[in-house]
């Protein structure tokens, strides 16, 4: 990446990096949220302060281990149109270098993010690693999946075990049961599982700063007709739309495509969220798979496919994948089993 490639198109002398994905992205920082990258004409530099000596060490562009006093130093001598990352950069915070610095301060938005859609092989080889973390996680806890234990068990011991194994949780693990299927963020809880009840289990880690994301939804015995039916059809959905990601190929077809097989089952209306998202340096980034999206999928682009039916007092069905799109197709990053009892 060269500064001209992130300053040229908006005729900018400089650009304020705060978000921490992107810190990261630029810098390889591995404490993102206490730094910030200054991109000018002479290149990227890494600044953070006193608590990280190694920083330099640490960070793939030179880095700066500032005092607060040598920062606003460094920010009362910025001239000219220096962006700021709109947002994420809190208001009061942007009063403030406007306090502190000549220059013409400029919203951007998505600068960095868009060179984040497309992955290296080094950032595929860590979203792998996190899921086959997250995949082990899932199979440890599958003994678990019987009536009479508590969401919230399931749910630590998931975190418990990607922590015993040097990772961390992507995001707290979704433990949804029963009629609380029909949340698609319920966080999980006291209730216990029930025989004849679907359970829905979202979870990820996050390796060296990377993300993975997967769900999967078991039936603990038979569970009522109606719920094996929105269970077909989200599977049907699901691999109508993993066969049509490709490149060249409109997000918003895709979330389409899956859209209308849930139609065919008079299901659509219970499909209230976006069909995917990108993974990678945070669990929800680009693209987008959704009837809003104007991105068009790209060789290189890591993916969630989610199709979900929630039917309220009944319970829910979602099963997510992990891909990787390709010169030749999409690859499934997941590998779990979608067996649907257990």
């Given amino acids: 990446m060269r500064a001209q490639e992130l300053l040229e198109p908006l005729a900018l002398d400089a650009l304020l990096v705060t978000r921490p994905e992107n810190v990261r992205y630029l810098s390889g920082f591995p404490h993102p949220e206490d730094a910030q990258v200054l991109v000018t004409e002479e290149g990227a530099f890494l600044l953070t302060d006193p608590r990280y000596p190694e920083a330099e060490r640490e960070s793939r562009i030179p880095a700066k281990v500032l005092r607060r006093e040598e920062r606003e130093e460094l920010y009362r001598n910025l001239r000219g149109r220096v962006g700021f990352e709109a947002e994420h950069l809190p208001y009061a915070a942007l009063e403030r270098l406007r306090e502190l610095s000549p220059a013409e301060w400029v919203p951007t938005k998505g600068v960095v993010e868009r060179l984040r859609l497309r992955k290296t092989p080094e950032e595929v080889e860590r979203i792998r690693k996190a899921q086959a973390l997250a995949e082990e996680a899932l199979a440890h806890v599958l003994p678990l999946l019987r009536p009479g234990v508590e969401e919230r068990e399931i749910a630590l011991e998931i975190e418990f075990f990607?922590?015993?194994?040097?990772?961390?949780?992507?995001?707290?693990?979704?433990?949804?049961?029963?009629?609380?299927?029909?949340?698609?963020?319920?966080?999980?809880?006291?209730?216990?599982?029930?025989?004849?009840?679907?359970?829905?289990?979202?979870?990820?880690?996050?390796?060296?700063?990377?993300?993975?994301?997967?769900?999967?939804?078991?039936?603990?015995?038979?569970?009522?007709?109606?719920?094996?039916?929105?269970?077909?059809?989200?599977?049907?959905?699901?691999?109508?739309?993993?066969?049509?990601?490709?490149?060249?190929?409109?997000a918003k077809e895709v979330d389409a495509l899956a859209r209308k097989v849930l139609e065919g089952y008079g299901l659509d209306r219970h499909f209230v969220h976006s069909l995917g998202h990108g993974v990678g340096l945070a669990v929800h980034e680009g693209p987008g798979l959704s009837p809003y999206s104007e991105e068009v999928l790209e060789p290189g682009m890591v993916v969630t496919v989610e199709p979900g039916v929630y039917l309220p007092g009944l319970g829910g069905v979602r099963l997510e994948e992990l891909v990787l799109l390709t010169e030749k197709g999409p690859e499934l990053l997941s590998r779990f089993p979608r067996d649907r009892e257990v």
């Fill in 162 to 250: 990607l922590k015993r194994r040097g990772a961390e949780p992507a995001f707290p693990p979704i433990v949804a049961s029963g009629a609380r299927g029909a949340l698609p963020h319920a966080r999980a809880s006291e209730k216990r599982l029930l025989g004849g009840e679907l359970v829905t289990l979202d979870l990820g880690a996050r390796v060296e700063g990377y993300h993975s994301d997967m769900t999967r939804t078991f039936a603990l015995g038979r569970p009522k007709e109606e719920l094996r039916r929105a269970y077909k059809a989200v599977e049907e959905a699901l691999e109508a739309a993993l066969a049509a990601l490709a490149p060249g190929k409109p």
